[in-house]
């Protein structure tokens, strides 16, 4: 069992930056993979970034590449997104992810999701 937790969400002007935290609980944290997603009001909840455990490869959306960037920290059971050149587009509320058996770009696959922060960019 994983619980995770998100923070770091807020307001920024386009242009400006976030770093998004998901700290997880559990002795086995860095066994799984970990994804991010987000949803916008009548929106689908859709894939942004995911960190494998083994290799820690990345993988991003094509929308948010080049501009996020995600990572992990193990000892702190830790998982971050730092989003950089930040757009209106980008405003919806963020989520963490966790799997034990592989990174997916589909919701549906994960075991294990956090409550959400919401992340607003005004123009």
């Known amino acids: 069992q994983v619980q995770l937790v998100e923070s770091g969400g807020g307001l920024v002007q386009a242009g400006g930056s976030l770093r998004l935290s998901c700290a997880g609980s559990?002795?086995?944290?860095?066994?799984?993979?970990m994804g991010w997603f987000r949803q916008a009001p009548g929106k689908e909840r859709e894939f942004v970034a995911a960190?494998?455990?083994?290799?820690?490869?990345?993988y991003y959306a094509d929308s948010v590449k080049g501009r996020f960037t995600i990572s992990r920290d193990n000892a702190k059971n830790t998982v971050y997104l730092q989003m950089n050149s930040l757009k209106p587009e980008d405003t919806a509320v963020y989520y963490c992810?966790?799997?034990?058996?592989?990174?997916?770009?589909?919701?549906?696959?994960?075991?294990?999701w956090g409550q959400g922060t919401q992340v607003t960019v005004s123009s």
């Open positions: 559990g002795r086995t944290f860095s066994r799984y993979n």
């Open positions: 992810a966790a799997d034990s058996d592989s990174w997916y770009d589909r919701a549906y696959e994960y075991d294990y």
């Open positions: 960190i494998t455990w083994s290799t820690g490869n990345t």
